[in-house]
């Protein structure tokens, strides 16, 4: 498989522009935990979300877990010079290119346990090794590292089978869409663009996507768009769309109206880590007020 870089997704990419390249490489290298908070549970991501506070506690942290996990390996040199350039590499990747994911940090926790595994080896006694101090703090930490995964992986089952609380809604909004007669040729727009991606699986509707300004429903993530919206902006295409195509328009939006107190800007930017929502909520214009953009005529679930 060849990737050619940088794709067409290229607001995938970090916005490094303004940036100091050599104070990023430094701080990549020395303080590479901000790109691992992957490895912590849903429950504290949620609070290091809430809590500046708690986000620089749980950043030395992880810090302190990382670099001790690689003591695991003192007494295995080559080993933990592997498993420390794996480490940087990632920091880097991360860094400079693309943000990881989970299932792109846990990639170097794979590393150290194939290379621990690798290069096991017992003095004496088959089985047992002599170790020091520095070691056993390692191996510690390492520990701890795979224990908040274990947490991780039960918090997800709960999610997924316990709780059944879905990581995607779409399903929801689709049989929501099909319940209403009225919106049955309606087409659908959404801001961000990816909200519509997943709707072709559940309703026929159209998708349109606002930004690149085209009926699709697979978006790219490209600076050739309209980087900055206005919900004016978004209201005047629902208005030029109902009127080119004679259907009504859904308009979809990843944030609260009812919660914005005053006018706010907001950044978006590609989120490869997300905290499931439990609440489902959808907004349409009553249907007495078709020029009501955002009516009372809202349904909570």
């Known amino acids: 498989m060849i990737t050619v870089y940088p794709t067409f997704n290229d607001t995938g ?16 290298l020395v303080l590479p935990s901000s790109h691992f908070m992957g490895f912590y549970p849903y429950s504290v991501i949620e609070l290091i979300v809430a809590s500046p506070l708690a986000s620089r506690i749980f950043s030395a942290l992880i810090s302190v877990l990382i670099f001790g996990s690689l003591l695991a390996l003192a007494n295995r040199r080559p080993a933990m010079i592997a498993a420390a350039m794996v480490l940087f590499g990632l920091s880097l990747l991360f860094t400079l290119v693309y943000p990881g994911g989970y299932r792109h ?16 080896r017992g003095a004496g006694v088959p089985g047992i090794e002599a170790v020091g101090g520095p070691v056993k703090f390692g191996r510690f930490c390492f520990l701890i590292l795979l224990a908040l995964q274990v947490v991780s992986g039960i918090e997800r089952v709960n999610l997924a089978f316990v709780a059944e609380i879905p990581l995607s809604r779409s399903k929801d909004l689709g049989a929501f869409i099909q319940s209403r007669p009225d919106l049955k040729d309606a087409i659908i727009m959404a801001d961000p663009d990816y909200l519509v991606e997943a709707l072709p699986y559940y309703v026929s509707n159209r998708t349109y996507l606002l930004r690149e300004e085209r009926f699709g429903a697979i978006v790219r993530y490209t600076r050739n768009a309209r980087l900055s919206l206005s919900l004016a902006d978004i209201l005047q295409t629902a208005h030029r769309l109902q009127q080119s195509e004679h259907v009504p328009v859904v308009i979809l939006l990843s944030q609260r109206l009812d919660q914005i107190a005053a006018p706010v800007s907001l950044r978006e930017k590609l989120r490869l880590a997300t905290v499931p929502n439990a609440g489902r909520h959808f907004c349409l214009p009553e249907r007495d007020k078709p020029r009501q953009a955002f009516g009372s005529g809202c349904r909570k679930r």
Do not use: H, K, M
């Open 13 to 28: 990419q970090n916005d490094l522009s303004g940036e100091n390249f050599a104070l990023l490489v430094i701080r990549a």
């Open 105 to 120: 940090q846990v990639l170097w926790l794979v590393f150290l346990i194939a290379i621990t595994a690798l290069t096991r």
